[in-house]
């Protein structure tokens, strides 16, 4: 129990920072008072004030300086980081206030576009769904989903529309994903992203393509993803392995 009041203290500790900082109580430049003070001001331990921290600093909120202390931003603007492909984690951390609405959901035929990334026939049954994620009222991100029949025949409109489907789609469907390939890139809204996310024709967006494959190498899921560049920004942590100059003779 101690555990799960922990993480509910360091996000509450962020949120309230947070707020803050966005509404300009905590002005740009302003500095935050130190982690002792702040220990005492929310009646928390020193690891919570430093996870809560490094939520802001994700989210360029502020900025620390050894030495010096920790400052809010020159110019603090919300960015929810997409850390390591993990939407719904994500999100619970940074953005705990987000929401889904499923737009649409149905049965349809594969374009042969999306048969191709699903290593399908085209014309394969497919279940597809737009979801729009929505943050104080106001679109932010949506996706269209399309799943094959033999990892979707199990699912209903519940299940499409929670934050964490990858664990819910797994539970209900009794597979395990393995691996996803992924791809990012800078695109212009069009009018159909418009339509879903408002701003204007021709505004940059981030799309992130994932294509999702059970341990047998067969692809279970296709999403399509877009978001507001000015609200989300993609964090990835990579482990490198950085040959020695033995490791590099012996492949010579």
């Known amino acids: 129990m101690a555990s799960v009041q ?3 203290a360091y996000k509450q500790v962020a949120d309230s ?3 803050q900082i966005l509404s300009g109580d905590l002005t ?3 500095q935050l008072p130190t982690e002792r003070e702040l220990c005492e001001q929310f009646s928390a331990s020193r690891i919570t004030i430093r996870r809560a921290l490094q939520i802001l600093a994700d989210e360029i909120l502020i900025r620390r ?4 202390g920790t400052f809010v931003s020159p110019t603090p603007s919300r960015r929810i980081p997409l850390l390591n492909t993990d939407f719904s984690g994500s999100v619970a951390t940074h953005a705990p206030e987000l929401g889904r609405q499923l737009e649409s959901w149905q049965w349809q035929s594969a374009t042969d576009d999306v048969a191709a990334m699903l290593q399908t026939q085209p014309d394969a049954r497919v279940l597809f769904a737009r979801r729009i994620d929505v943050l104080e009222d106001e679109p932010v991100a949506y996706d ?3 799943l094959p029949e033999s990892s979707a025949d199990r699912l209903d409109k519940d299940d499409l529309s929670q934050l964490r489907f990858l664990e819910r789609w797994q539970e209900v469907q ?3 994903i393995s691996y996803l390939t992924q791809s990012i890139e800078a695109v212009a809204a069009e009018p159909a992203h418009t339509q879903h996310l408002g701003g204007k024709v021709g505004a940059p967006l981030l799309k992130g393509t994932d294509v999702m494959f059970l341990e047998s190498g067969t692809a ?3 999403f399509i993803s877009y978001y507001r560049h000015e609200l989300f920004r993609l964090t990835t942590t990579l482990r490198l392995h950085i040959p020695t100059k033995e490791e590099i003779e012996q492949t010579l």
């Open 65 to 68: 300086r050894q030495g010096s």
């Open 174 to 176: 009794k597979m395990r």
């Open 17 to 19: 920072l947070r707020k």
């Open 6 to 8: 922990s993480t509910i």
């Open 220 to 222: 279970c899921g296709l």
């Open 144 to 146: 269209d989903v399309y």
């Open 28 to 30: 740009p430049g302003k």
